[in-house]
C-alpha cells in the first residue's frame, strides 16, 4: 500500500508538470516522470511485461521522438499561449473537476468480482509468455491489424516530412538526355 | 502483503485523465496538447491493467500492449505532421491553425 501510495503522488506530480509548465521540454520530462511511475504501478498490478514495455517504448522511444521534436522546432523557449477564450480555464478546472467526480462515484461503487489474491494467482505475474499466448490466440486479428498500422505510419511520417521535389530544371533536361545517349 | 483494492487505482486513472483533459482544453501548443494526450492514453491503459488484475484475465494486458502500439504509431504520425505544417507555417499554435485551408 505505501509503495503504491508513494508512486500514485509521484504519478500526479508528474502528470501536474506535465500541464502547467510553461516550458515545453520541462512539461516533457515530467512527463517521463510519469510514464516511469506508471511502470512501477504496472509491476505492483503484477504485470511485468507490460512495465518492462512501458519503460522501452513509452517513456524511452516516445519520449524520444517528443524531445527531438520539441527541439527541432525550437519549441523549448517559454511561449506566450494568448487564448482566445477568457473562460476556457476555469471551464477546464470545472470540467476535470467533474469528470474527476465521476470517476470517484466509479471507484468507490466498484466491487471486485472475485477475490484478488485468487486472480492474482490467475495472471502469472504478467510474464511475457502468457501474454504472447494471449496476444497470438484471441489477439491474433489485432495483433495483425496492428502490424499494417505501423508500416504506414512509418511510410505516413516519411513522406510527411520529406522535402517537396525540387522541379525539373528545363536548361538541365538536354544535357541530361545527351549524356543519356553517349551512356547508350 | 495485502493487495491493493482495485479502486485505489481507478481514483489515481481518473485523476491522471482529468489532469489529461485540462491540458488538452487550456493548452495552445500543439505539442503541448499531444503530451496531454499521451497522459489520457496513459489513464485508460492504468485502468485496463487494474481491471485486468480484478478479473484475473490477461486480455487486459495484452489490449493494453495493442493501445501502446497505437499510441507510437499516433506520436510518429502526429509529430511528422507537426513538423510539416511548422515548416510551412512558422507555427504550432493551435489556434492559428484552426483553418485548414493551406
Redesign the interface.
Known amino acids: 500500500?505505501l509503495t503504491?501510495l508513494v508512486l500514485?503522488v509521484l504519478?500526479?506530480a508528474g502528470?501536474?508538470l506535465?500541464?502547467s509548465a510553461r516550458n515545453?521540454v520541462h512539461?516533457?520530462l515530467g512527463?517521463v516522470g510519469?510514464?516511469l511511475m506508471?511502470a512501477g504501478?504496472?509491476a505492483?498490478?503484477?504485470?511485468s511485461?507490460?512495465a518492462a514495455?512501458?519503460v522501452i517504448?513509452?517513456a524511452g522511444?516516445?519520449m524520444v521522438?517528443?524531445l527531438f521534436?520539441?527541439m527541432?522546432?525550437d519549441?523549448n523557449r517559454p511561449?506566450e499561449?494568448?487564448?482566445?477564450l477568457p473562460f476556457?480555464?476555469p471551464?477546464?478546472?470545472v470540467?476535470?473537476?467533474i469528470?474527476?467526480g465521476?470517476?470517484?462515484i466509479?471507484?468507490?461503487t466498484?466491487k471486485?468480482?472475485?477475490p484478488?489474491?485468487?486472480?492474482?494467482?490467475?495472471?502469472?505475474n504478467?510474464a511475457p509468455g502468457?501474454?504472447g499466448e494471449?496476444?497470438l490466440t484471441?489477439?491474433l486479428l489485432?495483433?495483425e491489424a496492428?502490424s499494417i498500422?505501423?508500416l504506414?505510419?512509418?511510410v505516413?511520417?516519411v513522406a510527411?516530412?520529406q522535402r517537396p521535389a525540387v522541379q525539373a530544371d528545363p536548361e538541365q533536361t538536354p544535357e541530361l538526355t545527351a549524356l543519356e545517349g553517349e551512356v547508350a | 502483503m495485502?493487495?491493493?483494492?482495485?479502486?485505489?487505482?481507478?481514483?489515481?486513472?481518473?485523476?491522471?485523465?482529468?489532469?489529461?483533459?485540462?491540458?488538452v482544453?487550456?493548452?495552445?501548443?500543439a505539442?503541448?496538447v499531444?503530451?496531454?494526450v499521451?497522459?489520457m492514453l496513459?489513464a485508460a491503459?492504468?485502468s485496463l491493467?487494474?481491471f485486468?488484475?480484478?478479473?484475473?484475465?490477461?486480455?487486459g494486458?495484452?489490449?493494453?500492449?495493442?493501445v501502446?502500439?497505437?499510441?507510437?504509431?499516433?506520436?510518429?504520425?502526429g509529430?511528422?505532421?507537426?513538423?510539416?505544417i511548422?515548416r510551412k507555417r512558422e507555427t504550432?499554435?493551435v489556434?492559428d491553425l484552426a483553418s485548414l485551408k493551406g
Open positions: 500500500m503504491f500514485a504519478t500526479i502528470g501536474i506535465t500541464i515545453a512539461a516533457s512527463l510519469t510514464l506508471v504501478i504496472y505492483t498490478l503484477n504485470a511485461f507490460l514495455t512501458q517504448v513509452y522511444a516516445v521522438l517528443f521534436v520539441i527541432l522546432l519549441a511561449v499561449e494568448a487564448n482566445p476556457i480555464a471551464l477546464a478546472g470540467g476535470g473537476a469528470l474527476a465521476a470517476f470517484a466509479l471507484a468507490f466498484y471486485d468480482p472475485r484478488l489474491a485468487e486472480s492474482t494467482a490467475a495472471l502469472a504478467g502468457p501474454v494471449t496476444l484471441r489477439f489485432p495483433f496492428v498500422l505501423l504506414v505510419a512509418v505516413g511520417s510527411l516530412v | 495485502a493487495e491493493v483494492p482495485t479502486a485505489y487505482y481507478i481514483a489515481l486513472s481518473g485523476i491522471l485523465f482529468a489532469l489529461g483533459m485540462i491540458g482544453l487550456t493548452r495552445r501548443t505539442v503541448m499531444f503530451l496531454s499521451e497522459l496513459n491503459n492504468l491493467v487494474a485486468a488484475r480484478a478479473w484475473g484475465d490477461l486480455v494486458q495484452t489490449a493494453v500492449f495493442i501502446m502500439t497505437l499510441a507510437a504509431a499516433e506520436v510518429a504520425i509529430l511528422a505532421i507537426i513538423v510539416a511548422f504550432t499554435n489556434d
